[in-house]
Every structure is written in C-alpha cells, then in structure tokens.
C-alpha cells in the first residue's frame, strides 16, 4: 500500500503565511483531501480534490498540487487554526485510503 | 443537517469480538459510500474500511483485513463494523463518517472508544 508523508510539526506566526505538504506517490493520480483536528475533537474537512472548499472554510486556506507533492496554505494564520492537519487520499490501486501521518501546527 | 452517531464500543479482551453501529441521518444514506477510519491514542488517522452505498463493494485495511467485516443496512440507515479477533493494537476511537465523492469525507461523526485489554 501507498504511503503519505508529512513534516510532524510546523509553527507559523499569527497573521503569518504557513504551507503544509504532504508527499507520496498515491498523490500523481490521486486527489488529496486536507483534514483539520483539533483536540478530542472529530476532524473537519478543509480541502478537497487538492483546491476546493467545503462550504463554511475560510478563503484563507487553499491547495495545490504537483507531481507527488499536494500542498494546504493558510493565509493570515489565526490563533483558531492551532491544530492537527491530516492529509487523505486513495492509494494507486483506488481499494485502498491511506492518511499522512499529520502535521501539528503550532500558531505563536 | 447530516449526523451520524457510533454506538458499540467499550472494553474487550484480546481475541474477543465487538460490533459497532452508526446511525445516520439528515441525508440520502444509500447514495453515499461510507467509511471507518480510527485513531489510537495520541496517534494519527488510520483508513479501515469502506463500502458502497449500495453496499455491493467493500475494501479492507490491510492491518484488519479478514477480521473485519463493514456493512450496512440502506432501509434503517445504519453502518456496521463487525470486528473479531481483536487485539491491542485495534486500540482506538472509531469514526463512522460520509463521503463525498468517494475520495473524500465531508462528515464524520464524534467517534467510539473500543479499547482491547486483559
């Protein structure tokens, strides 16, 4: 199975631009989906099919990707968006999900 | 408003069996694939298992593969998640939750603890 692979722990300024990436090869046929979690919470749907919105997300968070790298940027971070952020995707053969192991950010 | 809310977790010893149940509402539950996606304690998210909304096609996790069996019921609107031979290491809160377009989930529901301990 396919792996996907994230830096564990990034922090950003307040008001600060902050990108997280998430790499492996699942990610060249595959659309990524972004996952926001915050403590003993259920996680939220940030980003999906690598730049769309789910209806309520701010415009401050948007996402690219290239090759085998999918990217999440947030714009003007906000103390709120202090959590963990968890990349998804299908694996090559499409019968399998596999989650990067997630990006802790730390909003100072 | 969608919801979806798991039952069925608790505590059970190593080789032991649970059932899990999520109840869904707010939506077209046959029209949606849905999933099981758990979580350890202090880890991270972990794929298990998915199944169509006509619930003709399933995919298994490798770590649970042959040991769990996903389904559903379209006419009560409810998703399960049988799990036998368990073991420690299937320690984790167990989300029930909704996909999108089959790549991604736009609803996930609060989560059950299923902690496996002699």
């Known amino acids: 199975s396919s792996e996907l692979t994230q830096d564990p722990a990034v922090s950003v300024a307040s008001g600060q631009t902050v990108t997280i990436t998430c790499q492996g090869d699942?990610?060249?046929?595959?659309?990524a989906s972004w996952y926001q979690q915050k403590p003993g919470q259920a996680p939220v749907l940030v980003l999906y099919r690598n730049n769309n919105r789910p209806s309520g997300i701010p415009d401050r968070f948007s996402g690219s990707s290239s090759g085998n790298t999918a990217s999440l940027t947030i714009t003007g971070t906000q103390a709120e968006d202090e959590a963990d952020y968890y990349c998804?995707?299908?694996?090559?053969?499409?019968?399998?999900?596999?989650f990067g192991g997630g990006t802790n950010l730390a909003v100072l | 408003e969608v919801q979806l809310v798991e039952s069925g977790g608790g505590l059970v010893q190593p080789g032991g069996s649970l059932r899990l149940s999520c109840a869904a509402s707010?939506?077209?539950?046959?029209?949606?694939?849905m999933t099981w996606v758990r979580q350890a304690p202090g880890k991270g998210l972990e794929w298990v298992s998915t199944i169509s909304g006509s619930g003709s096609i399933t995919y298994y996790a490798d770590s649970v593969k042959g040991r769990f069996t996903i389904s559903r019921d379209n006419s009560k609107n409810t998703l399960s998640l049988q799990m036998n031979s368990l073991r420690a290491e299937d320690t984790a809160v167990y989300f029930c939750?909704?996909?999108?377009?089959?790549?991604?989930?736009?609803?996930w529901g609060r989560g059950t603890l299923v902690t496996v301990s002699s």
């Open positions: 998804c995707s299908r694996d090559k053969s499409a019968t399998h999900w596999v």
């Open positions: 707010g939506l077209s539950f046959s029209s949606y694939g």
């Open positions: 699942s990610l060249r046929s595959n659309y």
């Open positions: 939750a909704k996909y999108l377009g089959m790549s991604e989930i736009d609803y």
